[in-house]
């Protein structure tokens, strides 16, 4: 089973902008994984930001976008606010099967 | 107003069985793929199974293959996951989501396995 690699923590300035990374053990993220990324606050259910590497849902804010960066998938927060400090999960797939990554703890300091 | 709502968890002893039930409102279910997901206590989340619009396809991860069963009733707008021979590992909260443009979540349901 394929190991998918996120960074354990990041910490970011009120305001600052931060890139969250998503790997692959076999290799180069594509748009083949489509890549999903997910919100978790402490004792809530996780929330969907991002689907398929860069798609929106209506509730996300503006300030989180999706992409590929240097073979990987990339969830980028572009002025962070105190609201955004949370777990984040990157999922991908594999030939149906998918595996999340292990999640990032993003403090906003 | 969309709601996904997981009922079923509990107290089950190593070996037992659970089926755990996601009942879905205020969204086209039968158009959607959906997933369930498991979270342990203080850990991360862990993809458990998808299956597909109409039930046709389904994939599970190697953790629980063999062992889950995940079905859907798109008449009753509900997903479903048998779980059967269940191991102390496998005590987490249990979570349905949506798949594609939808995005949803459940609130979870706690499934504790011990004896």
């Known amino acids: 089973q394929a190991v998918v690699t996120q960074e354990p923590s990041l910490t970011v300035s009120p305001g600052g902008t931060v890139t969250l990374t998503c790997g692959s053990s076999?290799?180069?993220?594509?748009?083949?994984?489509?890549p999903y990324w997910f919100q978790q606050k402490p004792g809530q259910a996780p929330r969907t930001l991002i689907y398929?590497?860069?798609n929106k849902h209506s509730w996300t804010p503006a300030r989180f976008s999706g992409s590929l960066l240097g073979g990987k998938a990339a969830l980028t927060l572009s002025g962070a606010q105190p609201e955004d400090e949370a777990d984040y999960y990157c999922?991908?797939?594999?030939?149906?099967?998918?595996?999340f990554g292990g999640g990032t703890k993003l403090t906003v300091l | 107003e969309v709601q996904l709502v997981e009922s079923g968890g509990g107290l089950v002893q190593p070996g037992g069985s659970l089926r755990l039930s996601c009942a879905a409102s205020?969204?086209?279910?039968?158009?959607?793929?959906m997933h369930w997901v498991r979270q342990a206590p203080g850990k991360g989340l862990v993809w458990v199974s998808r299956?597909?619009?109409?039930?046709?396809?389904?994939i599970y991860a190697d953790s629980v293959k063999g062992r889950c069963t995940t079905s859907r009733d798109n008449a009753k707008n509900t997903l479903y996951l048998q779980m059967n021979s269940l191991r102390a590992e496998d005590t987490a909260v249990y979570y349905c989501?949506?798949?594609?443009?939808?995005?949803?979540w459940g609130q979870g349901t706690l499934v504790t396995v011990s004896s």
């Open positions: 989501a949506s798949s594609g443009d939808t995005g949803y």
């Open positions: 398929d590497t860069s």
């Open positions: 205020g969204f086209n279910f039968r158009s959607y793929w």
């Open positions: 999922f991908l797939s594999y030939n149906g099967a998918r595996v």
């Open positions: 076999t290799g180069a993220v594509t748009s083949g994984h489509y």
């Open positions: 299956i597909n619009s109409d039930g046709s396809t389904i």
